[in-house]
């Protein structure tokens, strides 16, 4: 029984030796670019190692739709968010949105690879795309809030060049200097004082909301009109306020579907991540949008 036992776990560490050189081979040949030997050998690989996360990832680096690559990727990170691979998914799915223009969605994606993965060797790039983001969509307090958590655990990365030194490092309060009687000179005690007292504060009247209205989140924009449409009443079904709007790009029309409007860029991010959640669907926040 102790041998068979011995022979069990012997071929199990063997299989799992060889199945890691295999991951391994096939990952530097999509390095190299040879997608087609991949995607050729992937059958065989699914066969052998089905359900394993590695051959899930390796699926989504070589498939033309970056739609379903997507969904992979955030499959493997629901399902298995300590695989070896998971900080590599994670950059994967920030890069998808960045290149999307979703800067929102990017900006917090980015920002969870180095703090999450402490041992990354994405943390430097997963900040600089993190700040790009940012200040793409204008919040550089919050990048500068990030670099802080992020440094902490990064020390060594380069955070000077973002030009943010001002609010990741503002300058400490004057501290009062309590002054010594004995050195004070009798002129300086027998001054009278100027000062009479405190004025009333004047009353500042309180800033009240936006007068206009000049957020909205848009959720696609569409070649056809009919698959506009289609998203919008579906938007509509589910209680959102809804519309579609001829938008140019590169010198044709498109249709875009957008939930509106909001006096705050946080109002329709909320609403955008309520569409999300019952949805599925992305979103962008647009600011006076044409």
């Not at 799992?16 to 059958?43: H, M």
């Not at 691979?85 to 980015?110: P, W």
């Not at 004070?184 to 007068?211: D, E, H, M, Q, T």
Request: aromatic fraction near 12%; charged fraction near 30%.
């Amino acid at each position: 029984m102790k041998k068979i036992i011995t022979k069990s776990l012997y071929f199990l560490l063997s299989a799992t030796f060889v199945f890691s050189q295999d991951i391994e081979k096939y990952l530097e040949l999509v390095n190299k670019g040879r997608i087609d030997d991949v995607l050729s050998a992937l059958p065989e690989l699914e066969a052998l190692y089905k359900n394993d996360p590695s051959i899930f990832y390796l699926k989504a680096l070589v498939s033309e739709d970056a739609e379903k690559a997507l969904i992979i990727y955030r499959d493997i990170l629901k399902n298995y968010p300590d695989h070896k691979f998971a900080d590599d998914v994670a950059m994967k799915i920030g890069e998808y949105l960045f290149s999307r223009g979703l800067y929102t969605q990017a900006s917090k994606q980015f920002r969870l690879v180095p703090l999450v993965y402490s041992t990354t060797d994405h943390a430097q790039r997963a900040t600089d795309l993190m700040v790009n983001s940012y200040l793409a969509i204008g919040f550089r307090d919050s990048a500068a809030f990030y670099i802080r958590q992020i440094r902490l655990l990064h020390p060594s990365l380069e955070f000077d060049k973002y030009g943010l030194a001002a609010l990741i490092d503002p300058p400490k309060d004057a501290k009062l200097v309590r002054l010594d009687e004995s050195k004070v000179s009798a002129k300086l005690k027998k001054r009278k004082p100027i000062w009479s007292g405190p004025k009333a504060n004047p009353k500042i009247p309180k800033p009240g909301p936006s007068k206009s209205k000049d957020y909205v989140a848009q959720v696609g924009a569409f070649s056809k009109y009919k698959n506009a449409l289609r998203i919008k009443n579906l938007l509509v079904q589910g209680g959102f306020n809804a519309e579609i709007v001829e938008v140019p790009s590169a010198g044709r029309r498109l249709h875009a579907v957008r939930i509106v409007r909001f006096y705050s860029f946080e109002d329709a991010e909320s609403e955008g991540e309520r569409v999300k959640k019952k949805f599925g669907l992305e979103y962008r926040v647009l600011n006076r949008p044409k």
